[in-house]
């Protein structure tokens, strides 16, 4: 049994017999009365986030999560395939357990499969991942000055927003955690 003082981001726990990921938590002192802490859950099997309030000592149990190395070979329509890094066997996982992490997905890269009693309930990807632009207007000379943003299609599809100088061809730095652009590789 853990308590709230052992609460950390990642944190698999039973709330209500259901488990639950903790994805943010702060420890609050109201004026009057005892510590709570407040919690970002989001279930780990039918997905979805819920917002909870919990008193300071209260006791929850911790459920064993296991990682496993995978490689993404290839998507197949709403099907994305991986390979066990030790066993090479594959799997296919549906797109509803990769949460939005598929739009940072390119063949052959590594991720950590998150497992919760043999059952596969997620990914990790690496916080920061390497991009081409593949689509882009044409940035204007001086655009680097001011902190205005377009939209610009990296190689795996997805859209995000760049700085108005990325063009096509430049490789950049995306955060896979809010999907916002970090920084541009130098050539």
């Known amino acids: 049994m853990i308590s709230t003082a052992d609460f950390r981001n990642g944190m698999v726990i039973l709330v209500d017999n259901e488990p639950y990921q903790i994805t943010w938590f702060q420890n609050h002192k109201p004026g009057k009365g005892g510590a709570v802490m407040r919690v970002k859950l989001r279930h780990v099997k039918k997905g979805g986030t819920i917002d909870r309030t919990f008193k300071s000592g209260e006791k929850f149990e911790e459920l064993s999560v296991t990682r496993h190395k995978k490689q993404f070979l290839y998507a197949d329509g709403d099907k994305y395939n991986f390979m066990d890094m030790n066993t090479y066997e594959q799997i296919e996982v549906p797109v509803e357990k990769l949460d939005g992490k598929e739009k940072y997905l390119k063949e052959n890269q590594e991720i950590d499969a998150i497992y ?24 204007i000379k001086g655009d680097s000055v001011t902190n205005l943003t377009k939209f610009a299609k990296i190689e795996t599809g997805a859209e995000i927003k760049v700085p108005l100088f990325i063009k096509e061809g430049d490789r950049i730095k995306v955060d896979t955690r809010t999907g916002e652009y970090v920084e541009r590789i130098s050539q």
């Open 116 to 139: 919760l009693e043999e059952e596969l309930i997620g990914i990790d990807m690496p916080l920061i991942v390497e991009m081409t632009i593949i689509e882009a207007e044409p940035g």
